[in-house]
């Protein structure tokens, strides 16, 4: 079997809304799909992170720079397809958009792997340790308006959410330390007592003042405080993780293992977040697990993106052993964007429905057709792709 062809499509429409976090507001949505084919005529599918003109620019890499590398190729042999791909653009980046695109192509390789074997992805991983698991949704995004306006929606949007069936909740902040505190308070008011949330800064403070959000953070309670200063800041990380009781999560901004090695033996996070189409596909997201695992770092993926982004992550969390194990470990969870996100919910000939799958009993159930368990709707991806 050969690579023929690998095709990148960006599809892209606009938002009902403006939204925003704390690093910019947007009003258009992006997913990033890699097609690749074979001489056998089986095709697989990945996602690349990275919105808008990112996307865009990552449709060069995946087209112009790995597609002439890897074609001829076996699809089936993912790892030196790999490792070909990033030694020869290690001297034009080892971080960022290259492994963004080299992720897509990645999982699409996968894809075709379980589609060979007749087998979906997380039986090549090894086997499931569940068949379903819990989300938590995410929302109370940031919009021009006032703070009090943000606190008043952020109450009633973190109520919603919990009545949604979702197992927790996680909100953004970003508006200043002393209002975002105000925003934490909102939603714990929203959620009661005895619910679980989280907030996301998108790397928003120095140390200093991520102190101060995060005190504000443990009196509410709130079990994780994400991405609070920038990924570089390894120290701030640590210092953080010693000086709070709430968890200090991140890394959906760290690449490969080598990325992720400094982080973990600088003992930062309480919780790492990787991006597995981000940080280099299935094949390299593997390789970070066991590394996490091995300095008992748990984990929740970071998830953003498309369909084929979230079946991906349903076969990585399946196949995620408990840590530390026992008879009741913390199970993952799979992250859920609450907003609107057609690419998400429509992209698929037979849609996941992930909202549904919650209200009706709580989890979402682990996709078992072969490769990564699903197959978009081409028509729909010819609707919203961009002309390029």
């Known amino acids: 079997m050969k690579i023929v062809k690998i095709t990148s499509h960006v ?28 001489d056998e005529g089986i095709t697989g599918w990945g996602e690349c992170f990275g919105p808008g003109n990112v996307a865009i620019a990552n449709k060069t890499i995946v087209e112009k720079v790995i597609q002439p590398m890897i074609l001829g190729m076996d699809p089936m042999d993912r790892d030196v397809i790999w490792h070909k791909v990033y030694n020869l653009l290690r001297d034009h980046g080892q971080k960022g958009m290259p492994l963004q695109s080299m992720s897509g192509v990645d999982i699409a390789l996968w894809d075709i792997a ?20 819990a989300a938590y949704g995410y929302g109370m995004m940031l919009k021009r308006e006032s703070v009090d306006d943000h606190v008043a929606r952020f109450v009633d949007e973190a109520a919603a959410i919990r009545d949604m069936g ?28 005895d619910f679980d949330f989280m907030a996301d800064a998108n790397h928003a403070y120095n140390t200093h003042d991520a102190f101060y959000v ?13 991405e609070p200063v920038a990924p570089e800041d390894l120290d701030g990380y640590k210092e953080l993780r010693a000086g709070l009781k709430v968890n200090i999560s991140g890394g959906e901004a760290e690449f490969n293992r080598w990325g992720w090695r400094q982080i973990l033996e600088n003992r930062g ?18 390789r970070v697990l066991a590394l996490c695992h091995a300095h008992f770092t748990p984990v929740i993926n970071h998830v953003w993106g498309s369909a084929i982004a979230v079946a991906t992550n349903l076969q990585l969390l399946a196949a995620m052993p408990p840590l530390p194990g026992g008879l009741f470990p913390r199970e993952p969870w799979l992250e859920f964007d609450t ?37 978009p709707d081409r028509a729909f991806i010819a609707q919203y792709e961009l002309d390029l």
């Not at 925003?20 to 992006?30: D, I, V």
């Not at 979702?166 to 970003?174: L, N």
């Not at 919910?345 to 057709?369: C, F, H, K, M, W």
Request: proline share 5%; hydrophobic share 40%; charged share 25%.
């Open 339 to 375: 907003t609107e996100n057609r690419f998400r919910d429509n992209l698929l000939a037979e849609p996941l429905d992930i909202q549904g799958q919650v209200a009706r009993n709580g989890y979402v159930e682990i996709p078992t057709a072969p490769g990564i368990g699903v197959e």
């Open 114 to 133: 379980g589609k060979v074997t007749g087998q979906p992805i997380h039986k090549l991983i090894g086997g499931a340790h569940r068949t379903q698991v």
């Open 11 to 38: 599809l892209q429409c606009d938002m009902p809304e403006e939204l925003g976090y704390s690093q910019q507001y947007y009003a258009k949505r992006t997913a990033h799909l890699v097609e690749i084919e074979t």
């Open 214 to 226: 995060g005190r504000a953070m443990e009196e509410a309670g709130a079990f994780w405080f994400e």
């Open 269 to 286: 996070l309480d919780i790492a977040q990787p991006e597995v189409c981000a940080l280099g596909g299935i094949t390299e997201y593997l």
């Open 166 to 193: 979702f197992a927790a909740t996680k909100m953004k902040v970003g508006l200043g330390p002393r209002d975002d505190v105000k925003l934490i308070d909102a939603v714990r008011r929203g959620v009661g007592d």
